[in-house]
């Protein structure tokens, strides 16, 4: 009992005591302030170091921006690198690329190392044939590229077309071999600019750029700042692509410091006018009265507010017996919802307006709200509405009693979701209807990055091409294309990085399926890098082997019909013509025959029909070789040497080329193997010889030169002379016919050019003259 009373007697002691409660506010107050400015300078360092970490975030994005940019280009150059290591069209794409990256100033190609191909060419040009590999100062970081397989960035260093800039080097690999780099140059000054550093920096922060010095490992700093890494709130950022970092402080790192002693003056101000107002309160006690009826004022103001708020509310709101899930109390908006009356709601419970599948879920969550396991909770489900119509919802409860105490009521808050609900069951319903079509049509889609690796591909590429999805993407695509038709592969995808999220529409091309074999497909591929759900290219391929083999049928008929046409014209002439003569000249002898009684000119008519008919039996010879060239359907076609079957030819001439002191210059290589008949080979080369020596001029030595060489994957073999030539501007269109002669040369029949063009024809291959009068000529055998 003294107890309570000495603390009433302490409690009555210090409240009648004005300015000891002043000076103990005062002393509370001036405490409490400066802990809290204490914890605002912390937060204020915080959030400077924050403001930086996110300045340095835009640093680094803008920087990943151009290296992205860096890498896309580099990526593009080395896509025109074919199979074989040629570097095809560089002064077609790189213009185009640059114009499309501005912020890379300079393309290059290294194979090997060394610097062949640069554009822009005229202020570049000083570092053709400069070997990076060799030079110390570049050696080391494009070694590092090779070795880490990916896109490396060197520098800053001085180029030797002046100027400084950073070097990014894409290592390429042609059949698992280093083949060099396809590489970019971006000065310092664009890439400092493409950084935005001037910009961010402000009047608030200071940046510095280092690297590590390859050569002397120690760390370069290339911005004219000094920055004291130690004492100043700082953050950097390190970018791995080319071992770079990017430094961020601040100008005046004490200004925050000073920024807080005016509150700090504040702070002992509020506190002596706290102390003084806390000595006039404890003087004032009807005063406090007053003011403990106020905020009784106040909390009534509040329930009324809460009233308005729960009757006028735009969403369902119920008052609820927890116990027994009874309605308290229930506003407009979900008397609206649920159909019923104020008076109807009265007496009834959550149970008989929910779904039955659903009353099990909610009444496990009120027993664990009633057990205080949770304070809150929030579902979907379905209420059954008067009309029993069904409605969505989203029900929200939390209960009307404080934490660790007991209650009976809670309040529940009913949204309307029947519109998303209905939206999103459409949406699967699309989803499910789309994979069904994407994945049993028969048309494959594929996603690929950069690389020509796939990152999915719809299982309709299993039925359509025999391979498994895993198998698919561990391949290269470009390793699936036939080799001719890479060039419009390639073609196709810088179309589409050119124009992003545009279809582009490919030329039939071939991809092997599983078994090895070439089928005909048409492509489309659309760019979709830049989409966050897709980050590829789209490739939808469609089979279309069947139709492309019959048009390819259909135009080998049409031209075999035309050819066939064609020689049936000329051979129809023929026969009219040269059988028409034969026959006229036997009918004017035999008249004469007839006419004359004389023996010796009946001898010497008889003589003249001997002639005719050894001429008609050469033409009648003639056309039956040619019948037979156009009709042999069952020639052995053989892989032959070229060399073996010149050799062959030249030892059956040997005779006729010492005789005429003919001089024959050779350049066939022994890899030179073509598809042919044998007996045609050895015709043709024996009819090209024999001609050269025929015709050649006889003022001056004969000279033969026989060249092979490949041009677009095919052997050509080119047989050139000094002889008397031919004028094509006369003879152009009559030079292969038969029996077509454009010399005074005795015993030129015109036969042989008609049926060794037949002959190469049937092979599948053509030829072609170039000729001048006085000069020579030179025959071209292009091979199938």
Known sequence: MSRNK??????????????LAGVFSFVFLFLLGFFLLFQSYQIIRESEAREMINVMDLVEKNLNNSLKDSYSVALSMGLIIDDEGNIRDFEQYAPLLLEQ????????????????????????????????????????????????GKMYFAGPFDLLQGGTAVV???PVFKNNKFWGFSAVIIKLESLLEQAELNKLAGEKYIFQFSKINPESNEEQFFLQNDLDIEYNISETILLPDGDWKFYIALKNPKEAFYELIPMAFFILLIASWLGWVVTLLFKQPIRLQALVNSQAGELAASELKFRTIFNQAAVGMVRVETATGKFLETNQRFRELSGYSASELNGMNFREISHPSEINKNLVLIKQLLNGDIREYSLEKRFIQKSGNILWVKLSVSPLWKKDTSGNTHIAIIEDISERVVAQNELMKNEKRY????????????????????????????????????????????????????????????????????????????????????RWTESTITNLLEDSSVKGFVGNFRDVSEKKEAEINLNKSYQMVMEQ?????????????????????????????????????????????????????HTLEDLNEVVSISTNLDLN????????????????????????????????????IVKFNAAYLESVLLNFLTNAIRYREQKRKLEISILGYKENGDWILEIADNGVGIDLERHGDKIFG??????????????????????????GGRVAVESEVGVGSVFKIYFK
């Open 435 to 518: 994979r069904a079509l994407v994945e049993n049509g028969g048309e494959v889609v594929t996603i690929f990055n950069r690389k020509g690796k796939a990152i999915y591909s719809s299982p309709a590429i299993q039925k359509i091409a025999g391979y498994s999805e895993a198998e698919i993407n561990s391949v290269n695509l470009s390793s699936l294309i036939h080799p001719k038709d890479i060039a419009e592969l390639d073609k196709q995808i810088l179309e589409a990085i050119k124009f992003p999220s545009k279809p582009i529409s490919g030329f039939t091309i071939r991809a092997k399926n599983k078994k090895g074999e070439w």
């Open 101 to 148: 990256y501005p912020v890379i100033d300079v393309v290059q190609m290294v194979p090997g190392g060394v610097i062949r191909k640069v554009y822009p060419y005229q202020a570049n040009k000083a570092v053709i044939g400069y070997d990076i590999l060799k030079d110390p100062k570049t050696r080391k970081e494009a070694l590092k590229a090779i070795d880490v």
């Open 738 to 763: 038969l029996y077509k002669t454009f010399t005074q040369i005795p015993n030129s029949r015109g036969v042989g050019l008609f049926i060794t063009r037949n002959q190469i024809e049937a092979m």
């Open 565 to 617: 046409n064609r020689r049936l014209l000329n051979f129809s002439y023929i026969v009219s013509h040269n059988l028409r003569s034969h026959s006229s000249n036997i009918q004017a002898i035999l008249n004469l025959y007839n006419t004359t009684t004389l023996e010796e000119e009946k001898l010497n008519y008889i003589g003249l029909l001997s002639k005719v008919g050894n001429a008609l039996n």
């Open 637 to 672: 076609i053989d892989p032959l040497q070229i060399n073996a079957f010149l050799n062959k030819t030249i030892d059956l001439l040997e005779m006729q080329i010492s005789d005429k002191g003919a001089i024959i210059k050779r350049d066939v290589p022994d890899e030179m």
């Open 6 to 19: 000495g603390s009433f007697s302490f409690k009555n002691n210090f409240l009648s005591r004005p300015i």
């Open 168 to 170: 990014g080097r894409l």
